[in-house]
């Protein structure tokens, strides 16, 4: 989903130098696309990514991905992880699910995760917390 600036000026703070922003620009430097990824190990991460609705921004999305990855190589990545799918054809991330096979066919399966909560009312109150911070943003 979209997060507010502050998440995303938290992430690039706290993770220093594993976090970068590529940017990609027309020839007036009119920013066209941008991506948001890590690198930790030998991975590198796709976390976000964005657009502008620009007649000439089609293949901008493609070259961000393209420079983040080129990116997290340069700076020892073996792997680049561009994160979860959709897994149905209606699903409201298909057209991500496109943008992202893109790079690549090779799904790699996860099981789904589960809370176990170990303390009903702990875990109440946290569920709570997040529902009313989720409506502040």
Same mark, same amino acid.
């Given at each position: ?19 970068? %922003?590529?940017? *990609?620009?027309? &020839?007036? #430097?009119?920013?066209?696309? +941008? !991506? %948001?990824?890590? *690198?930790?190990? &030998?991975? #590198?991460?796709?976390?976000? +990514? !964005? ?9 901008a999305s493609l070259r961000a991905v393209i420079e983040a ?43 789904v995760a589960y809370d176990i909560p170990l303390s009903k ?17």
């Amino acid at each position: 989903g979209i997060h507010p600036k502050t998440y995303i000026q938290t992430m690039l703070e706290q993770l220093g130098d594993h976090c970068y %922003i590529v940017e *990609v620009t027309d &020839d007036n #430097g009119f920013t066209l696309a +941008g !991506a %948001i990824a890590t *690198v930790w190990g &030998d991975k #590198g991460t796709y976390y976000y +990514g !964005a657009r502008r609705n620009h007649e000439k921004s089609d293949d901008a999305s493609l070259r961000a991905v393209i420079e983040a990855i080129k990116h997290a190589h340069d700076m020892g990545a073996s792997k680049f992880d561009m994160l979860g799918v959709s897994v149905s054809e209606g699903d409201r991330l298909a057209g991500v699910t496109t943008f992202k096979r893109k790079f690549s066919v090779n799904v790699v399966d996860y099981p789904v995760a589960y809370d176990i909560p170990l303390s009903k009312s702990k875990y109440a109150a946290l569920k709570t917390a997040f529902k009313v911070l989720k409506r502040k943003h």
